[in-house]
Nanobody, 127 residues
Framework: QVQLVESGGGLVQAGGSLRLSCAAS????????AGWFRQAPGKEREFVAA????????RYSDSVKGRFTISRDSGKITVSLQMNSLKPEDTAVYFC????????????????????WGQGTQVTVSS
């Protein structure tokens, strides 16, 4: 089981930036990928971004493509999400997650493909 702890959430005005970080246990190095999801009140958890742990390939949801950047640091075992040009609709609790399997044909985007989750960090974007 991978242990994940998110940090970096907060309140920001529309157009601003935030950087989320996720500290992971060493066992994430055997996982195929890490990802970020978000959940707004009354809505289902939705995919934001994923990164292949070894090769660094990335995948984004259409709603954040061009504004958010996911990255990983294998030495520090962290996964980060740089969020720029934030919009009020980005307001949500953001979760870091590690993929269940050690291999996928394509980067997973379904929550069911991620087996370990952090506790979440709140991001609020004011208009």
């Amino acid at each position: 089981q991978v242990q994940l702890v998110e940090s970096g959430g907060g309140l920001v005005q529309a157009g601003g930036s935030l950087r989320l970080s996720c500290a992971a246990s060493g066992s994430i190095l055997s996982s195929y990928a890490a990802g970020w999801f978000r959940q707004a009140p009354g809505k289902e958890r939705e995919f934001v971004a994923a990164i292949q742990w070894r090769a660094g390939n990335t995948r984004y949801s259409d709603s954040v493509k061009g504004r958010f950047t996911i990255s990983r640091d294998s030495g520090k075992i962290t996964v980060s999400l740089q969020m720029n040009s934030l919009k009020p609709e980005d307001t949500a609790v953001y979760f870091c997650a590690a993929a269940r399997s050690t291999w996928y044909a394509v980067l997973p985007t379904a929550a069911a493909d991620f087996g370990s989750w952090g506790q979440g960090t709140q991001v609020t974007v004011s208009s």
